[in-house]
């Protein structure tokens, strides 16, 4: 990675609270996105806090997940919730995954919070993450050589006429099976929660080349779901086709338009990387949700032929929301291009 698009990488106590909870409260079925492996981490990990997975805070957490908590919600929940000492304050603004869908969501999610806070404390979680310090220095120091053989944050900007590089911030997740992320337009800021994967003999391997189209997809985010904010005459135009067209995908027309683009993107460009040789495009995304995603996806081929006309993508939004009006491509994108 090049000190012109740097990155922040590291780990952060409040997502690996979260994780080590969730493995103990082990909830099964979907909601799993936070598993143990072959790591010897993992395995350090599981000496020292399965003697409190009779918590409290496990509990509640286990109960939380039944009653809708994804991890993803999870994981941004305590990354903007808790202070970074793992301290909570419930008098404090903090975010609420259940907002104003259910009544008694903030008094749960305070509960949750203050719980989960005092496990840190009663597990020793400062004490255990002092003593591995090495091992997640380590970690850091292996995730940046892998970052060294591709530049993706200079692709996206070359392909969006857009520098991403305010705000970008990877953790390290140990125990997360597949990346998710929390955008914050208004800031210009992301942060994308990265998994780890064990190789053979258990050390991480970070897979950095092949999921750019993931982190394309979710810089994607800072300027296209702000662009969908200040286009209401744009959104307006496809009420017609919400949901009959585009399925009921993400709750709502904006949200789905939001997704449709950002998801386009990841793979318009994983395919643009790839074929004109500026480096590899790595797997593409599959957003089966999305019905309509082969024909946003084609529509950015005239923004690839006329970037005199359209330097920036959002210079090209506007036109590119007229693709959602458009008759739908029926090939699945596997080969579209």
Not at 77 to 106: H, Q
Not at 107 to 126: C, H, N, P, T, Y
Not at 154 to 162: D, I, N, P, S
Not at 217 to 246: F, R, S, V
Request: glycine content about 8%; hydrophobic content about 35%.
């Amino acid at each position: 990675m090049s000190e012109k698009h740097p990155i922040q990488v590291g780990f952060d106590d409040r997502a690996s609270l979260l994780q080590i909870v969730h493995l103990l409260a082990d909830p099964g079925g979907k909601q799993n996105g936070i598993d143990w492996n072959t790591l010897d981490f993992s395995k350090a990990v599981r000496r020292h806090f399965e003697p409190y997975k009779g918590h409290t805070g496990v509990a509640l957490y286990r109960s939380a997940v039944k009653d809708g908590l994804d991890h993803g919600m999870a994981l941004q929940l305590v990354m903007f919730s808790l202070n970074e000492d793992l301290s909570f304050d419930p008098k404090s603004d903090f975010w609420s995954p259940w907002g104003e869908e259910r009544g008694d969501g903030r008094g749960k999610i305070s509960e949750l919070l203050a719980a989960m806070s005092r496990f840190s404390k009663d597990a020793q979680f400062e004490k255990f993450f002092e003593e591995q310090k090495p091992v997640l220095k380590r970690y850091v120091e292996l995730f940046r050589e892998e970052m060294q053989a591709q530049d993706h944050a200079a692709h996206f900007q070359e392909y969006t006429g857009l520098d991403p590089s305010a705000g970008l911030r990877i953790v390290i997740c140990p125990f997360l099976d597949w990346e998710t992320s929390h955008v914050d337009m208004h800031a210009n800021r992301a942060v994308t929660f990265w998994g780890v994967t064990p190789d053979s003999s258990g050390q991480p391997l970070f897979q950095w080349t092949d999921k750019g189209s993931i982190l394309w997809h979710e810089w994607g985010h800072m300027i296209l779901d702000l662009l969908a904010e200040q286009n209401p005459d744009g959104l307006k135009k496809l009420e017609t086709i919400y949901p009959d067209k585009t399925g009921p995908c993400r709750g709502s027309l904006k949200s789905c338009v939001q997704e449709h683009c950002a998801q386009a993107l990841g793979l318009r460009m994983a395919r643009w990387v790839d074929s004109t040789g500026r480096g590899e495009g790595g797997r593409e995304p599959e957003p089966h949700d999305l019905p309509l995603i082969e024909s946003i996806a084609l529509a950015l081929e005239k923004y690839e032929n006329e970037r005199e006309r359209y330097p920036k993508l959002s210079d090209f939004y506007s036109r590119w929301m007229d693709a959602f009006l458009e008759p739908p491509v029926r090939k699945r994108f596997f080969g579209l291009f």
